[in-house]
C-alpha cells in the first residue's frame, strides 16, 4: 500500500498570506490528523477529521482550518500567515478506531 | 492538563548497547501510549503502543514499559544499531485522532 502523500514538500510564503497544503491517506484510512512541529514547541496536535467531520481539535487559532473529501484526502488552510507559522506541518492517518497514526513526510513552510 | 514529557533531550550508546528511553506523562485517562520514531527529514514512524491495563509489550528489539503508578513510560531498544539514530517521540492517543507528543529524545548511537 502507498503511505500517506503531502503535497508540497516545501513552501516559502510572505506574511499576511495565505496557504493550502494537502494530504493523501493510507487506502482505507478515514481518519485523517494534522500536526505542526517547530523545534520549540515540538509536535502540537492540530485538528482531526474523520468521514468529513471534524471530531477533535488543538489549541490553535480560527487562522487555522481544514476540510476532508469523501475519497478521505484532506487539506489544511492557514490563512494571514504569520512569521511564527513557519513549520512542518506533518499529516498521519489511521484506521477507525486505532490508536497506531502513520505519518506523512511533512509539508516544510516557511514564512517570510 | 496534557503533557507528556521526555527525561533527557539527548542520549548517546555504543553500537551494540541497549538503549533506554524514558518518558513522564500526567494524563491518566490516555488508553494507548505509543513511542514513535522520527528520522531527520522524514515523518515519526510508529514503533510500538501499549494499552493503559498492560505493564509490558515487546517488539522486535524493543520493549516498552509502563508504570501506571508513577505515570512513566519507557522504551528499550535491545543491540542498538547505527539505524537507530533518531529523535525518540513518546505520545499519548487521546482517541479520535489527537495524540499528545513529548518533547523527543535524540538517540545517536556510536560505531
Known amino acids: 500500500k502507498a503511505g500517506v502523500t503531502q503535497t508540497p514538500r516545501y513552501l516559502i510564503k510572505t506574511r499576511g498570506q495565505q496557504v493550502t497544503l494537502s494530504c493523501s491517506p493510507i487506502?482505507?484510512?478515514?481518519?485523517v490528523s494534522w500536526y505542526q512541529q517547530t523545534p520549540g514547541q515540538g509536535l502540537q496536535f492540530l485538528f482531526e477529521?474523520?468521514?468529513?467531520?471534524?471530531?477533535n481539535k488543538g489549541n490553535f487559532p480560527g487562522r487555522f482550518s481544514g476540510r476532508q473529501f469523501s475519497n478521505s484526502r484532506s487539506e489544511m488552510n492557514v490563512s494571514t500567515l504569520e512569521l511564527g507559522d513557519s513549520a512542518l506541518y506533518l499529516c498521519?492517518?489511521?484506521?477507525?478506531?486505532?490508536?497506531?497514526?502513520?505519518f506523512g513526510p511533512g509539508t516544510r513552510l516557511t514564512v517570510t | 492538563g496534557e503533557s507528556v514529557g521526555l527525561h533527557l533531550p539527548t542520549l548517546s550508546v555504543q553500537e551494540g548497547d541497549n538503549s533506554i528511553i524514558n518518558c513522564a506523562y500526567s494524563?491518566?485517562?490516555?488508553?494507548?501510549f505509543i513511542w514513535y520514531k522520527q528520522e531527520s527529514g522524514k515523518g515519526p514512524q510508529f514503533i510500538i503502543d501499549?494499552?493503559?491495563?498492560?505493564d509490558k509489550r515487546q517488539g522486535q528489539r524493543v520493549t516498552v514499559l509502563l508504570n501506571k503508578t508513577v505515570k512513566h513510560l519507557s522504551l528499550q531498544i535491545a543491540a542498538t544499531q547505527p539505524g537507530d539514530s533518531a529523535v525518540y517521540f513518546c505520545?499519548?492517543?487521546?482517541?479520535?485522532?489527537?495524540?499528545?507528543f513529548g518533547d523527543g529524545t535524540t538517540l545517536t548511537v556510536k560505531p
Open positions: 498521519a492517518s489511521s484506521l477507525a478506531g486505532q490508536p497506531q497514526q502513520y
Open positions: 487506502s482505507g484510512h478515514r481518519s
Open positions: 477529521y474523520f468521514s468529513e467531520t471534524q471530531r
Open positions: 494524563n491518566s485517562a490516555s488508553d494507548y
Open positions: 501499549i494499552r493503559s491495563n498492560m
Open positions: 505520545a499519548e492517543n487521546m482517541g479520535a485522532g489527537k495524540s499528545t
